[in-house]
């Protein structure tokens, strides 16, 4: 797990010792942490009219301004669990505006983090793909930043675009994706350039996750996404003489652990 997602946990389970919580959304896209909060007692819900405790806790990707004021003005406590490189990315976006430039976030439209990003500003536009940028309208000046979990190869490739696409605007990039997805990215093109077959194991929302699976399909033919043990298929590895693992942020190492041995097993 990364850093923010540790810790938003462990701040959960704090203020659940402290008394009643209730976290708005899933507080990490992984449906093991979120069981195991239930288990302890913490309620999750995505309608604020279903809050039945004091205090809420906003999930590590992060809420917007407005959001964050509807909530307290329904008399609420609230509790953040934000990251702080989704943070960062707030930030980014923000001077960006406050120095004239027009939004742009390369991100998953309707992804939790990307909505906390873009809720606050008036006019901005999110761009996933080729097709998008191609559909910008023309500005003098465009401020790109990035959800967190994105790519780096891709955020670069489609700021280069907007760049050919737009020649008389100027164009100001912001490096917003967090260090552990470059890392893990890096690592998951090095694994899966070695193995015939890649077990990517993560929650099924999970972005960071779905990116990695993309991302070593790149590189291994035979790429597949788990949530547990009970997922894998002996025949997945029929014929296989090397098999890598990988796993999102947010995944525990506990079923980490489990699948790994499971392969194992299913090896010999």
């Known amino acids: 797990m990364c850093f923010g997602v540790r810790d938003a946990i462990d701040l959960a389970l704090e203020h659940r010792q402290a008394g009643p919580l209730t976290i708005l959304g899933d507080l990490v896209h992984n449906p093991a942490v979120l069981s195991g909060l239930r288990a302890k007692g913490i309620a999750i819900e995505t309608d604020l009219t279903q809050v039945k405790t004091p ?3 906003v999930t590590a990707h992060g809420a917007s301004e407005r959001s964050l004021a509807a909530t307290r003005a329904l008399g609420l406590q609230v509790v953040e669990a934000t990251c702080p490189l989704v943070r960062v990315a707030h930030r980014a976006i923000h001077a960006l505006l406050r120095d004239g430039y027009h ?8 992804h939790v983090e990307v909505r906390g990003l873009t809720e606050d500003l008036d006019h ?18 465009f401020g790109v930043a990035a959800q ?6 891709r955020v670069q490739r489609l700021v280069a675009l907007i760049r050919e696409r737009c020649p008389q605007s100027q164009v100001r990039f912001i490096d917003t994706v967090c260090l552990p997805t470059k890392q893990r990215q890096d690592a998951a093109i090095e694994l899966a350039r070695q193995c015939d077959v890649v077990i990517v194991i993560g929650g099924a929302n999970s972005n960071n996750t ?28 029929a014929g296989a003489d090397t098999v890598g693992i990988t796993a999102g942020t947010s995944t525990p190492d506990p079923i980490i652990d489990r699948i790994d041995q499971r392969i194992r097993e299913l090896a010999a």
């Open 103 to 110: 939004p742009v976030i390369i991100g998953q439209r309707g």
């Open 148 to 153: 967190t979990t994105q790519p780096l190869e």
């Open 210 to 237: 779905r990116e990695l699976v993309s991302t070593c399909r790149s590189h291994c033919a035979d790429v597949h996404h788990v949530q547990a043990e009970a997922d894998l298929r002996s025949e997945w590895f």
């Open 124 to 141: 901005f536009d999110i761009v996933q793909n080729e097709d998008d940028v191609r559909a910008l309208a023309e500005r003098p000046r």
């Open 55 to 57: 205090t809420v806790m």
